[in-house]
């Protein structure tokens, strides 16, 4: 029977038995939970989000982004000054995120010790209906980039995705795919990996929050969660208990450690929460005397990988990647403010804008507070400054190149770029924290993988040092920054893990 339970419904305690719990429910635990189940285990999922329904999705983006993210798109780094979005739901951050579906690197699978991911990769790209973006479907927005990327004799390319045909995409994506079905729309996990795992009779608990996994004699045995509307933050006192053989975490690079930290896990190499990478970016647009309409159609669908050069260096460079928004959210992004901000809005038709997304050396941390809330710490190194303000004039030569009359800035306040000869202003200022828009929606690294105990917190297959029948799925176990967009490599490490702990069963 397919069975998604709303612990919101739910006014009693209850008790679960089962093979395998899974915490999470995005790119990482559906793929396990899909993988556990077909082999033949009992499998429990937990969400600590709602099972959202895409037909009721809207375009107001203040419902929507208390909707589909943790802290309502709000969370951020302890100084304020990086803003990091992280769905929370059913599929987690898949239903919001652009479905850029890129393969690993194989500079990155060499550095983490993973020789050879293509099965993996190939059998995700199978569920997940990957295929190449048609040029009829690059928007005008990405024709205007790859138009400046060729006139600086950059390198850069059309990307795969996973999207069915889609009546209605548009920048409105990032607030999920109102047409999401599968083979239509985005195919999330929500609406591919995750109703596989429940007919093969997984269950599922949406809002359920994982607050304990419980340990004995060194093994995991069971999680404890809270069941509520809103349970991360709710005052219910009903509670879920799973009794259970393995316990697959796969809640987010700042969801997973957060939990490991609050029940208190071992940790003898003092990695947990460590080695936290964001992929920090920033947005650089462009005014343009023609019409781009950017908000029309595939918002990602070409991008700039000429300084990402893996080969030479696997640990930095960055990509441009084009980047739209909805007038709220673009207005929200803009410097300024008053008339001048007002003044920039009305050119929305005319914008195109870059996003410079870091390959970043720099790591930070997460640790839990007194309440048990995750506390980000992360500051960019001098070098990854200076590589990011590069990437920041690089974004502005590539749309003077396409035809830009004003670049635009994410600063606060507003400094006209209108040729070359202004550059010097942007390496004069370079990255200035609470003064300019930082963002991440790519978290990773907290729990990383590694042969050593004391360099890493779980070993190459996912499972922890230091508990046995603890396993990680999700972005955390990255040893290092990947660089790219992420969705795939965390798909496919989960199936790699999931299969390898379903032909070691019973543990």
Same mark, same amino acid.
């Given at each position: 029977?397919?069975?998604?339970?709303?612990?919101?419904?739910?006014?009693?305690?209850?008790?679960?038995?089962?093979?395998?719990?899974?915490?999470?429910?995005?790119?990482?635990?559906?793929?396990?939970?899909?993988?556990?189940?077909?082999?033949?285990?009992?499998?429990?999922?937990?969400?600590?989000?709602?099972?959202?329904?895409?037909?009721?999705?809207?375009?107001?983006?203040?419902?929507?982004?208390?909707?589909?993210?943790?802290?309502?798109?709000?969370?951020?780094?302890?100084?304020?000054?990086?803003?990091?979005?992280?769905?929370?739901?059913?599929?987690?951050?898949?239903?919001?995120?652009?479905?850029?579906?890129?393969?690993?690197?194989?500079?990155?699978?060499?550095?983490?010790?993973?020789?050879?991911?293509?099965?993996?990769?190939?059998?995700?790209?199978?569920?997940?209906?990957?295929?190449?973006?048609?040029?009829?479907?690059?928007?005008?927005?990405?024709?205007?980039?790859?138009?400046?990327?060729?006139?600086? =004799?950059?390198?850069?390319? !059309?990307?795969?995705?996973?999207? /069915?045909?889609?009546?209605?995409?548009? %920048?409105?994506? &990032? #607030?999920?795919?109102?047409?999401?079905?599968?083979?239509?729309?985005?195919?999330?996990?929500?609406?591919?990996?995750?109703?596989?795992?429940?007919?093969?009779?997984?269950?599922?608990?949406?809002?359920?929050?994982?607050?304990?996994?419980?340990?004995?004699?060194?093994?995991?045995?069971?999680?404890?969660?809270?069941?509520?509307?809103?349970?991360?933050?709710?005052?219910?006192?009903?509670?879920?208990?799973?009794?259970?053989?393995?316990?697959?975490?796969?809640?987010?690079?700042?969801?997973?450690?957060?939990?490991?930290?609050?029940?208190?896990?071992?940790?003898?190499?003092?990695?947990?929460?460590?080695?936290?990478?964001?992929?920090?970016?920033?947005?650089?647009? =462009?005014?343009?005397?023609? !019409?781009?309409?950017?908000?029309? /159609?595939?918002?990602?669908?070409?991008? %700039?990988?000429? &300084? #990402?050069?893996?080969?030479?260096?696997?640990?930095?460079?960055?990509?441009?990647?084009?980047?739209?928004?909805?007038?709220?959210?673009?207005?929200?992004?803009?410097?300024?403010?008053?008339?001048?901000?007002?003044?920039?809005?009305?050119?929305?038709?005319?914008?195109?804008?870059?996003?410079?997304?870091?390959?970043?050396?720099?790591?930070?941390?997460?640790?839990?507070?007194?309440?048990?809330?995750?506390?980000?710490?992360?500051?960019?190194?001098?070098?990854?400054?200076?590589?990011?303000?590069?990437?920041?004039?690089?974004?502005?030569?590539?749309?003077?190149?396409?035809?830009?009359?004003?670049?635009?800035?994410?600063?606060?306040?507003?400094?006209?770029?209108?040729?070359?000869?202004?550059?010097?202003?942007?390496?004069?200022? /370079?990255?200035?924290?609470?003064?300019?828009?930082?963002?991440?929606?790519?978290?990773?690294?907290?729990?990383?993988?590694?042969?050593?105990?004391?360099?890493?917190?779980?070993?190459?297959?996912?499972?922890?040092?230091?508990?046995?029948?603890?396993?990680?799925?999700?972005?955390?176990?990255?040893?290092?920054?990947?660089?790219?967009?992420?969705?795939?490599?965390?798909?496919?490490?989960?199936?790699?893990?999931?299969?390898?702990?379903?032909?070691?069963?019973?543990?």
């Amino acid at each position: 029977m397919v069975m998604i339970i709303r612990g919101c419904d739910i006014q009693q305690d209850l008790s679960e038995t089962v093979d395998v719990c899974v915490i999470g429910s995005g790119a990482g635990g559906a793929v396990a939970a899909k993988e556990l189940a077909e082999a033949g285990l009992s499998v429990i999922v937990l969400e600590a989000g709602d099972a959202h329904q895409p037909a009721t999705f809207s375009r107001h983006a203040p419902e929507m982004l208390h909707r589909l993210f943790w802290d309502g798109g709000m969370r951020t780094t302890r100084d304020g000054s990086i803003l990091i979005s992280q769905g929370r739901g059913v599929g987690g951050s898949t239903v919001h995120n652009f479905c850029y579906a890129v393969r690993t690197p194989e500079p990155i699978l060499d550095k983490w010790g993973i020789h050879d991911l293509s099965p993996e990769l190939d059998r995700v790209e199978a569920t997940l209906g990957v295929k190449q973006i048609d040029e009829a479907q690059v928007n005008h927005l990405n024709r205007v980039i790859r138009r400046g990327c060729e006139a600086m =004799g950059w390198r850069g390319v !059309v990307q795969r995705h996973n999207r /069915g045909p889609c009546a209605d995409c548009s %920048v409105g994506c &990032f #607030l999920g795919c109102r047409e999401s079905k599968p083979g239509i729309g985005k195919q999330s996990m929500d609406v591919t990996y995750i109703p596989r795992a429940l007919e093969a009779g997984a269950c599922l608990y949406s809002n359920c929050h994982a607050e304990l996994i419980r340990v004995e004699n060194g093994r995991a045995i069971g999680v404890v969660a809270q069941l509520g509307k809103d349970s991360d933050r709710s005052s219910s006192n009903h509670r879920l208990t799973v009794d259970c053989q393995a316990v697959v975490l796969a809640a987010g690079a700042i969801n997973s450690p957060q939990l490991w930290l609050k029940s208190r896990l071992p940790d003898p190499g003092k990695q947990v929460g460590k080695n936290l990478h964001l992929h920090p970016a920033v947005f650089v647009g =462009g005014i343009f005397d023609d !019409v781009i309409d950017a908000h029309q /159609g595939i918002t990602q669908s070409y991008y %700039v990988n000429h &300084f #990402l050069e893996l080969e030479r260096d696997p640990d930095s460079g960055y990509i441009l990647m084009p980047a739209f928004g909805s007038p709220v959210l673009v207005a929200a992004s803009m410097p300024a403010f008053g008339h001048e901000h007002r003044e920039l809005m009305e050119n929305y038709r005319h914008i195109a804008a870059l996003l410079v997304l870091l390959h970043d050396r720099s790591s930070g941390r997460v640790v839990v507070n007194r309440h048990g809330h995750p506390v980000i710490r992360y500051r960019l190194s001098r070098g990854d400054r200076a590589l990011l303000v590069e990437g920041m004039v690089n974004a502005a030569r590539l749309l003077f190149a396409a035809g830009a009359r004003e670049i635009i800035l994410p600063y606060t306040r507003r400094i006209p770029i209108k040729s070359e000869s202004d550059f010097d202003v942007i390496r004069q200022r /370079g990255i200035v924290s609470n003064d300019m828009l930082i963002a991440s929606s790519h978290p990773q690294g907290t729990l990383r993988m590694g042969s050593h105990p004391r360099h890493s917190v779980v070993d190459t297959y996912g499972e922890a040092h230091a508990v046995k029948g603890l396993f990680v799925t999700d972005a955390s176990l990255f040893p290092s920054s990947i660089g790219i967009p992420p969705t795939l490599t965390i798909a496919a490490l989960a199936d790699r893990i999931a299969r390898r702990l379903a032909v070691n069963w019973p543990l």
